[in-house]
């Protein structure tokens, strides 16, 4: 072949690849706008005329003498969110200190209490969603209670967020969320190897995210999993959902606990709005998608402003800006 007609072949190849990948990047912003727009309508307007805890109470189950920042981020990321009020429900060790982080949050020191899953269950039909696991830790006299705290909550069709070491105690026993499909679980790389390990009793084929995280919602019957990472992936055994929204490269503690709390409030919003504002998709996993898309959009303006210094709280003041820029502009 000549030069001339092999520069000419490389150019017009080169051309058609732009094409292609150009196409390909139209489609998944204009899928991601769409997505957020269903997030968009299930979000209850502001009204001078609602009362106290009509936008959403929610209780953040965990926190122990070694972990209290978690817990924290959780409850005030639903507050910042848009929760009218926010419960953690904790260890007696963790409850001075969490308090002292933030007079906004109401703390009950009762989680180690012999009763425990009495005295959660008197509060749990004031509440519209439980987030479980932020802070937790691995005591088996707090898991034991958590467990008795999970099935409550389901007998009384409570949604549920389970996140950290809640998801340790559902890789244990997945019984206790299996076909709950009002729980989505947010796992990161190692707690979802754990999970698809000890519900699919084999390791996770990592050249097929999406597929794995399918298959361990169908395998857990339909309960929405988000696995984070690089990009999130969201799956209720139905329908799988990508966010590739902007975030930055720095990871520190915490991010999972921001998602964790602002997704308890979101579940409760979609829930109520009903699938007629989700176009029939899951509102679970719109919700999701939602808390997915604000965390990074929080990480990403933090790291603007504090690059490799950013930290949790640095992303928990950019909640209100992140809001507004991505569902209500």
Not at 63 to 84: H, R
Not at 253 to 266: A, E, M, P, R
Request: hydrophobic share 40%.
């Amino acid at each position: 072949m000549a030069l001339g007609s092999r520069c000419g072949a490389i150019r017009a190849c080169r051309r058609v690849l732009e094409r292609a990948f150009s196409l390909h990047k139209v489609h998944s912003v204009k899928d991601m706008e769409n997505t957020l727009q269903l997030v968009r309508n299930i979000i209850p307007p502001l009204s001078s005329t609602k009362h106290k805890g009509q936008d959403g109470r929610i209780g953040v189950v965990g926190g122990c003498q070694e972990y209290t920042g978690a817990p924290y981020f959780a409850a005030i990321s639903a507050l910042k969110v848009g929760a009218d009020l926010s419960h953690v429900f904790c260890a007696s060790a963790a409850a001075p200190v969490i308090k002292a982080y933030s007079p906004e949050l109401i703390v009950h020191p009762v989680l180690d209490s012999p009763n425990a899953v009495h005295e959660v269950e008197k509060w749990l039909p004031r509440l519209h969603a439980l987030v479980v696991g932020p802070g937790l830790g691995r005591d088996d006299a707090l898991l034991r209670n958590v467990q008795g705290i999970l099935e409550a909550s389901k007998a009384r069709d409570i949604p549920v967020v389970i996140d950290a070491d809640g998801l340790w105690l559902v890789a244990q026993q997945p019984a206790l969320i299996q076909g709950y499909q009002k729980a989505v679980l947010t796992p990161n790389h190692m707690e979802f190897s754990r999970l698809y390990d000890a519900v699919l009793r084999g390791p996770v084929d990592s050249d097929d995210r999406h597929g794995s995280v399918l298959r361990l919602s169908r395998a857990l019957g339909n309960v929405t999993v988000v696995q984070k990472g690089e990009r999130d992936i969201l799956s209720n055994g139905q329908q799988v959902l990508v966010c590739s929204q902007e975030g930055s490269s720095r990871r520190c503690g915490g991010q999972g606990d921001l998602l964790s709390g602002s997704l308890g409030v979101l579940v409760h919003w979609a829930l109520l709005a009903g699938p007629e504002k989700t176009n029939g998709s899951s509102p679970l996993l719109v919700a999701a998608f939602g808390a997915c898309s604000l965390t990074r959009q929080c990480n990403h303006q933090a790291f603007q402003k504090h690059g490799r210094s950013t930290t949790t709280s640095d992303m928990i003041a950019e909640v209100g800006a992140a809001f507004s820029k991505l569902f209500e502009t």
